[in-house]
C-alpha cells in the first residue's frame, strides 16, 4: 500500500498568513493527489483533485501543487472558515489512502 | 445538484451485522461508482472499497474483505454496505463517496456505527 505522510499535524496561524500543508507519498502517485476539508461534524469537501485543479465553487485562495512524491495546499490568505482538518487522498493505484490530516486553528 | 444520504446512527451488538444504505441523487447514477470510507479517531480515513454502480462489480482493501460487503440497487440509486461479525474496532463513521477519475468527489453525511454490548 502507498504510504502518505502529511504535515504538520497540527497548525496554529493568523487570519491573512499564508498556509501550507504538505503531503508526502511513499512512492510516485502521478499527480493523482486530492485536498479535502472537513470541518467538525461534517462530511469531507473536496477543494483540490489531481494535484492542482481547483474544484467549482472552492475559493481561489486554495491552490495545489507538486509532483512525484511530493506534494502541497496551500491557501493564500488565511480566512476565519477555514478552521478545518485537511487531509489528502492518493488515488493512483489501490488500496486508496489517506493522511493523517492537519488540523488547522486560528491564532 | 449532487447528494449522497445515508441512513441513521446503529448502535449494534458484538458479533452481529449492520447494513448501511446510501442513496444518490442529482446525477446520474451509474456515472460513478461509490465508495466506502471508514473514519475513526485512532486510525483515520481508510478506504474500505467500492461498488461499479452499473455492473455490481467489487473492489476491496484486503483489509476489510471478510468484514465488509457492498451491494447496489440501481432502481432506487442506492448502495449498500454490510458489516459483519462487529466487533468494537468496527466502531466507527462510514461514508459513502461517489467515485470517478478524479478521486473522491461527492460524500455523504456519514453514518456513525457502534457497537457495544
Known amino acids: 500500500d502507498i504510504q502518505m505522510t502529511q504535515s504538520p499535524s497540527f497548525l496554529s496561524a493568523t487570519v491573512g498568513d499564508r498556509v501550507t500543508i504538505n503531503c508526502k507519498a511513499s512512492?510516485?502517485?502521478?499527480?493523482?493527489l486530492n485536498w479535502y476539508q472537513q470541518k467538525l461534524g461534517e462530511a469531507p469537501k473536496r477543494l483540490i483533485y489531481?494535484?492542482?485543479s481547483l474544484q467549482t465553487g472552492i475559493p481561489s485562495r486554495f491552490s495545489g501543487s507538486g509532483s512525484g512524491t511530493d506534494y502541497t495546499l496551500t491557501i493564500s490568505s488565511l480566512q476565519p472558515e477555514d478552521v478545518a482538518t485537511y487531509f489528502c487522498?492518493?488515488?493512483?493505484?489501490?488500496?486508496?489512502?489517506f493522511g493523517a490530516g492537519t488540523k488547522l486553528e486560528l491564532k | 445538484q449532487v447528494q449522497l444520504q445515508q441512513s441513521g446512527a446503529e448502535l449494534a451488538k458484538p458479533g452481529s451485522s449492520v447494513k448501511i444504505s446510501c442513496k444518490a441523487s442529482?446525477?446520474?447514477?451509474?456515472?460513478?461508482?461509490i465508495s466506502w470510507i471508514k473514519q475513526t479517531t485512532g486510525q483515520g480515513l481508510e478506504y474500505i472499497g467500492y461498488?461499479?454502480?452499473?455492473?455490481?462489480?467489487?473492489n476491496y482493501n484486503e483489509k476489510f474483505k471478510g468484514k465488509a460487503t457492498l451491494t447496489v440497487d440501481k432502481s432506487s440509486s442506492t448502495a449498500f454496505m454490510q458489516l459483519s461479525s462487529l466487533t468494537p474496532d468496527d466502531s466507527a463513521v462510514y461514508y459513502c463517496?461517489?467515485?470517478?477519475?478524479?478521486?473522491?468527489?461527492?460524500w455523504g453525511q456519514g453514518t456513525l456505527v457502534t457497537v457495544s454490548s
Open positions: 489531481n494535484t492542482n
Open positions: 487522498l492518493q488515488h493512483n493505484s489501490g488500496p486508496y489512502t
Open positions: 512512492q510516485n502517485i502521478n499527480k493523482y
Open positions: 463517496a461517489s467515485l470517478g477519475a478524479r478521486g473522491f468527489a461527492y
Open positions: 461498488i461499479n454502480t452499473g455492473s455490481g462489480g467489487t
Open positions: 442529482g446525477y446520474t447514477f451509474t456515472s460513478y461508482y
